[in-house]
């Protein structure tokens, strides 16, 4: 079995900002945050690191009881978020899905930032959550090879469960250079789409397996699929 494991913001989909927004207002709502200093970081980074980071800077108690209310109040404000937010399903990925989908040597998993409740929202809003059998997610991780190491873990488990014991190969595709590091800790093969908000020049620093402009263009990414089954 060969697993192909997908980063959603700035590669499956565009939010349009819902995911920021929501997080801003459960802070102001929830812990009478009005100014948050500095410049956040979201992109290639679990929700629970960027959520700790900004409670450090207002001065919140890091806790474990902080965090779940902020998840808790995150998860509920986000959906009207999404629905305000112009969003969508970014170039190439709807048929590569539908492509990858059809192998029966290959099983689709996340590895993303998102808390697993959030992500599972964002994809259920573009019609395209049931797509992903398994995967590793930020609300337990702070570090995004923690994330991977969970990804991989879920796949062995899933792929055991559907009576394959063999394990081909694994790739991760994002589109930050946290998503590269993060395919290289767990020996994937890692392909950059420049989709989200790095440039080709940062993504190709990082140093890609492939660097994709987009995901319309998926002859390369199955050819290495392909080649690993042979």
Known sequence: MYIVLFDIDGTLLQSGGAGSAA????????????????????????????????????QIEVTAEAW???????????????????????PGVSTLLNTLQQLDHVSLGLLTGNMERGAKMKLAHYGIVDRFAFGGYGHLRTDRNDIA?????????????????????????????????CARSIDAFAVAVATGGST???????????????LTNMGALLAEIRAADA
């Open 23 to 58: 997080f801003f207002e459960t802070f102001r709502q929830e812990f009478g945050v009005t100014d948050i200093p500095g410049k956040i970081l979201f992109a290639g980074r679990s929700d629970r690191a960027i959520a700790e980071e900004i409670m450090r800077a207002c």
């Open 68 to 90: 779940q209310r902020f998840s808790v109040g995150y998860c509920r404000r986000l959906p009207q978020w999404l629905h305000a937010c112009e969003g969508g399903i970014l």
């Open 200 to 214: 080709r020049e940062e993504l190709s620093a990082a140093g890609p397996d492939l660097l994709l402009d987009d």
């Open 149 to 181: 190491a969970d990804a991989k873990q879920a796949a062995v488990h899933y792929v055991s469960a559907q009576g394959v014991m063999t394990l081909r190969g694994v790739m991760v595709i994002g589109d930050t250079p946290n998503d590269v590091l």
